[in-house]
T-cell receptor, first 112, second 116 residues
Framework: NAGVTQTPKFQVLKTGQSMTLQCAQD?????MYWYRQDPGMGLRLIYY???????DKGEVPNGYNVSRLNKREFSLRLESAAPSQTSVYFC???????????FGPGTRLLVL | DQQVKQNSPSLSVQEGRISILNCDYT??????FLWYKKYPAEGPTFLIS?????DKNEDGRFTVFLNKSAKHLSLHIVPSQPGDSAVYFC???????????????FGAGTRLAVHP
């Protein structure tokens, strides 16, 4: 049982390049989330998917898009990366609204 | 607007002593609070939680206290061990029943260092 997995672990991009961060969970959870964590700050919600087929904006959605491919997978896309998107990105999932979220190991992204 | 504040960015404690990590919040009603622990290069892992209807929850060496009148919660680790060295995040968990998801509002974290 792998829990929540994320790929890649680390990525360097040049300004303007695009990339997709992948996330998958094997816990049959309904809701999935993307967060970013910056130094001296807590995790901030970028986008979430309450269930398969639905996505919605979180606190800091600008510059990102998401796709809930199926119940297991939730990807985050940067269409044109900017240095301000240098961060650590975490994916999370939860079964119901009252249960805790389980996090993946993170993707460290550096945009030059 | 819900906020969670952890005003101590770091804490250093000797092994065997008590570690106390603090967290303040705003605007709670049906809130449910969580503590997450994070090691370097790993994702946050759930540690312990407390419902707003309780004032204490204990799990082994970890106890969380909730003071609703002061809108304050604290995590006590007794006795502290070197393996407890990590960043601890306090989070306010708001179930959004109509939207079918739960909203986590995180504090900035406190880095705990436990020295032998």
């Amino acid at each position: 049982n792998a829990g929540v997995t994320q790929t890649p672990k680390f990525q360097v991009l040049k300004t303007g390049q695009s990339m997709t961060l992948q996330c998958a969970q094997d816990m049959n959870h309904n809701s999935m989330y993307w967060y970013r964590q910056d130094p001296g700050m807590g995790l901030r919600l970028i986008y979430y998917s309450a269930s398969e087929g639905t996505t919605d904006k979180g606190e800091v959605p600008n510059g990102y898009n998401v796709s809930r491919l199926n119940k297991r997978e939730f990807s985050l896309r940067l269409e044109s990366a900017a240095p301000s998107q240098t961060s650590v990105y975490f994916c999370a999932s939860t079964r119901t609204v009252t249960e805790t979220q389980y996090f993946g190991p993170g993707t460290r992204l550096l945009v030059l | 607007d819900q906020q969670v504040k952890q005003n101590s960015p770091s804490l250093s404690v000797q092994e065997g002593r008590i570690s106390i990590l603090n967290c303040d919040y705003t605007n709670s009603m049906f809130d449910y609070f969580l503590w997450y622990k994070k090691y370097p290069a790993e994702g946050p892992t759930f540690l312990i939680s407390i419902s707003s209807i309780k004032d204490k929850n204990e799990d082994g060496r970890f106890t969380v206290f909730l003071n609703k009148s002061a809108k304050h919660l604290s995590l006590h680790i007794v006795p502290s061990q070197p393996g407890d060295s990590a960043v601890y995040f306090c989070a306010d968990n708001l179930p959004m029943f109509s939207g079918g998801y739960n909203k986590l509002i995180f504090g900035a974290g406190t880095r705990l260092a436990v020295h032998p």
